[in-house]
T-cell receptor, first 113, second 113 residues
Framework: QKEVEQDPGPLSVPEGAIVSLNCTYS??????FMWYRQYSRKGPELLMY????GNKEDGRFTAQVDKSSKYISLFIRDSQPSDSATYLC?????????????FGSGTQLTVLP | EAGVVQSPRYKIIEKKQPVAFWCNPISGHNTLYWYLQNLGQGPELLIR????????DSQLPKDRFSAERLKGVDSTLKIQPAELGDSAVYLC???????????FGPGTRLLVL
């Protein structure tokens, strides 16, 4: 079993829809939680970054972390065709080699105009 | 501010040939990472440098892969000899000394024939 599980999709939604992307993990040492967006033939781009539990909002994007359930989510409101990309969750521990990022396999999202 | 620069962007070689990838991190970032990303998967760490020192290379296949980071800035990842299974995207990322967040380059897409 992988340390980080992510539904690969693909996920297709109409423009304006609310998108929910999720990851589960098994390593209780993870403290930092990130979402990266990766466009086709590009490198991953940091989208959201959260430390420990709680919510964080940035424009149309909201990241949630529930450490008790080992579950993280990314919500995209009013989705746009430009949001079409692969979304990767990533997480790490606090120090030393634990700071190594462990990625999910990515969810491919298409927002239809 | 310039991002992480990688070259070449694409490389096609025949099996058993050598290949090298180059990375220039964000200015001031002393931590540099090389990742391997297979199709439909998240990036997997190959090696992490703190300045000139390779502090985590446990995932680097040392029989054919090598890396160096002379002067603690640019880095080169080499494969010799390449195998068919090495076809993938090789990503470079960097972070600051305190950085929990990593910034990725566009990657080098390698195809081994």
């Amino acid at each position: 079993q992988k340390e980080v599980e992510q539904d690969p999709g693909p996920l297709s939604v109409p423009e304006g829809a609310i998108v929910s992307l999720n990851c589960t993990y098994s390593n209780s040492a993870f403290q930092y939680f990130m979402w990266y967006r990766q466009y086709s033939r590009k490198g991953p781009e940091l989208l959201m970054y959260t430390y420990s539990s709680g919510n964080k909002e940035d424009g149309r994007f909201t990241a949630q972390v529930d450490k008790s359930s080992k579950y993280i989510s990314l919500f995209i409101r009013d989705s746009q065709p430009s949001d079409s990309a692969t979304y990767l969750c990533a997480m790490s521990g606090v120090s030393g080699s634990a700071r190594q990022l462990t990625f999910g396999s990515g969810t491919q999202l298409t927002v239809l105009p | 501010e310039a991002g992480v620069v990688q070259s070449p962007r694409y490389k096609i070689i025949e099996k058993k040939q050598p290949v090298a990838f180059w990375c220039n991190p964000i200015s001031g970032h002393n931590t540099l990472y090389w990742y391997l990303q297979n199709l439909g998967q998240g990036p997997e760490l190959l090696i992490r440098y703190e300045n000139e020192e390779a502090v985590d290379d446990s995932q680097l296949p040392k029989d054919r892969f090598s890396a160096e980071r002379l002067k603690g800035v640019d880095s080169t990842l080499k494969i010799q000899p390449a195998e068919l299974g090495d076809s993938a995207v090789y990503l470079c990322a960097s972070s600051s000394a305190t950085g929990e967040t990593q910034y990725f380059g566009p990657g080098t897409r390698l195809l081994v024939l």
